[in-house]
C-alpha cells in the first residue's frame, strides 16, 4: 500500500511530490527492509529529482545507491533494472543503462518504465531514431499515456521529418486533451499540452495552458522550463530566456536535454542561452 502511494506521487513532476514519495517508499521498507519494488521507487524519485528538480550530486548518489540496492535484492525485478538504468542515465554512464534498461524489457516486456527511460536517454544523446522505437514500445504498452507521444513527435522534430512530426503532434495532442478533461489541474499535462499546441501554430489555446501551468507551480524547475519553451516557440525571447534562468536558478540541471530539445532552437544564438549553457555543469 505505501508502496503505490508512492509510485502515485511519481507522475506530477514535483519536488513536493517526489518528497512525499521517497517517504512513502521508506515507510514500506520500515515494514518490510528486503522490498525491493520499493528501493527501486526510491532509485527512480531521486533520478527524478536530480533531472527535475534538485541537480545535486548527493542526488545522483542516492539514485544509485538505492537501485543498487534494489538489484540485489532481487536481480530477476524488472523495475528494479529500469531503476537502476535510470540512476546509470543520470550519471552519464549510457552503457550501463542500456545494458539495464535491455535487461528490464528482457525480464518483463510489459513494462512502460524501460521502454520509456530508454528513449529519454537516446534523445539526450541526440540519438532520435532509436529514441522513437523506445517511445513507440512504451505506447504499446500503455496506450493511454499521453507522455511517449510528445516525445516522439519532438524527436521526429529533431530528425527534420516535419510531416510524420505533426502527424504525431495532432495524435498526442488527442491524448493530452482527454487526459486534461479528466485531470484538469495536473499541471504536467498543461505545460506539455501548452507546447503541443504552440507546435502546431495554436498560441492562444498553448499560453492559456502555459499561464494555467505557471500559476500552480511558479518554482519548480520542470514548469518553469516547459512555459520557457513555450515562449521560445511563440518568439518571446526574453520571456523564454527569463523562465529559463528561474529554472535553472531553482535546480533544473539536465544539460543533455537543454542541449537537445528542438523547442529551444530559436534561443541558440543568443548569448544569454550560451552563458546559462556554461554555468550548467
Same mark, same amino acid.
Given at each position: 500500500?505505501?508502496?503505490?502511494?508512492?509510485?502515485?506521487? @511519481? =507522475?506530477?513532476?514535483?519536488?513536493?511530490?517526489?518528497?512525499?514519495?521517497? &517517504?512513502?517508499?521508506?515507510?514500506?521498507? $520500515?515494514?518490510?527492509? /528486503?522490498?525491493?519494488?520499493?528501493?527501486?521507487?526510491?532509485?527512480?524519485?531521486?533520478?527524478?529529482?536530480?533531472?527535475?528538480?534538485?541537480?545535486?550530486?548527493? %542526488?545522483?548518489?542516492?539514485?544509485?545507491?538505492?537501485? +543498487?540496492?534494489?538489484?540485489?535484492?532481487?536481480?530477476?525485478?524488472?523495475?528494479?533494472?529500469?531503476?537502476?538504468?535510470?540512476? $546509470?542515465?543520470?550519471?552519464?554512464?549510457? *552503457?550501463?543503462?542500456?545494458?539495464?534498461?535491455?535487461? *528490464?524489457?528482457?525480464? %518483463?516486456? %510489459?513494462? #512502460?518504465?524501460?521502454?520509456?527511460?530508454? !528513449?529519454?536517454? #537516446?534523445?539526450? /544523446? !541526440?540519438?532520435?531514431? /532509436?529514441?522513437?522505437?523506445?517511445?513507440?514500445?512504451? $505506447?504499446?504498452?500503455?496506450?493511454?499515456? =499521453?507522455?511517449?507521444?510528445?516525445?516522439?513527435?519532438?524527436? =521526429?522534430?529533431?530528425?527534420?521529418? /516535419?510531416?510524420?512530426? @505533426?502527424?504525431?503532434?495532432?495524435?498526442?495532442?488527442?491524448?493530452?486533451?482527454?487526459?486534461?478533461?479528466?485531470?484538469?489541474?495536473?499541471?504536467?499535462?498543461?505545460?506539455?499540452?501548452?507546447?503541443?499546441?504552440? %507546435?502546431?501554430?495554436?498560441?492562444?489555446?498553448?499560453? +492559456?495552458?502555459?499561464?494555467?501551468?505557471?500559476?500552480?507551480?511558479? +518554482?519548480?524547475?520542470?514548469?518553469? =522550463?516547459?512555459?520557457?519553451?513555450?515562449?521560445? $516557440?511563440?518568439?518571446?525571447?526574453? &520571456?523564454?530566456?527569463?523562465?529559463?534562468?528561474?529554472?535553472?536558478?531553482?535546480? #533544473?540541471?539536465?544539460?543533455? #536535454?537543454?542541449?537537445?530539445?528542438?523547442?529551444?532552437?530559436?534561443?541558440?544564438?543568443? !548569448?544569454?542561452?550560451?552563458?546559462? @549553457?556554461? &554555468?550548467?555543469?
Amino acid at each position: 500500500d505505501y508502496y503505490l502511494r508512492g509510485r502515485s506521487y @511519481m =507522475y506530477t513532476m514535483t519536488r513536493r511530490d517526489y518528497e512525499c514519495a521517497i &517517504r512513502m517508499f521508506e515507510q514500506a521498507i $520500515m515494514i518490510d527492509d /528486503k522490498y525491493a519494488l520499493a528501493y527501486a521507487g526510491i532509485g527512480d524519485a531521486y533520478s527524478h529529482l536530480y533531472r527535475y528538480a534538485e541537480a545535486t550530486q548527493e %542526488n545522483v548518489r542516492k539514485a544509485v545507491e538505492a537501485s +543498487e540496492k534494489a538489484v540485489a535484492l532481487d536481480p530477476d525485478s524488472a523495475e528494479a533494472r529500469a531503476s537502476h538504468g535510470l540512476a $546509470m542515465f543520470i550519471s552519464d554512464d549510457y *552503457a550501463a543503462a542500456e545494458r539495464e534498461f535491455s535487461r *528490464a524489457i528482457e525480464l %518483463n516486456p %510489459n513494462l #512502460w518504465e524501460p521502454y520509456y527511460y530508454f !528513449g529519454l536517454a #537516446w534523445s539526450s /544523446k !541526440g540519438e532520435f531514431q /532509436k529514441a522513437i522505437e523506445m517511445y513507440k514500445k512504451a $505506447m504499446e504498452v500503455n496506450p493511454a499515456d =499521453y507522455q511517449a507521444p510528445i516525445f516522439i513527435a519532438q524527436s =521526429y522534430a529533431s530528425l527534420g521529418r /516535419k510531416h510524420d512530426e @505533426m502527424k504525431a503532434r495532432l495524435a498526442s495532442l488527442e491524448q493530452i486533451q482527454r487526459h486534461l478533461d479528466m485531470n484538469p489541474h495536473d499541471t504536467r499535462a498543461l505545460y506539455v499540452g501548452a507546447n503541443q499546441f504552440a %507546435n502546431v501554430g495554436e498560441f492562444a489555446k498553448a499560453q +492559456e495552458l502555459a499561464e494555467r501551468a505557471l500559476g500552480r507551480d511558479q +518554482e519548480e524547475p520542470v514548469v518553469l =522550463y516547459n512555459v520557457a519553451c513555450f515562449y521560445a $516557440m511563440k518568439g518571446d525571447t526574453d &520571456r523564454a530566456m527569463e523562465l529559463l534562468e528561474r529554472a535553472v536558478k531553482n535546480g #533544473w540541471g539536465d544539460k543533455a #536535454w537543454l542541449e537537445t530539445d528542438p523547442d529551444l532552437d530559436s534561443l541558440r544564438e543568443d !548569448g544569454r542561452f550560451q552563458a546559462l @549553457m556554461e &554555468r550548467i555543469h
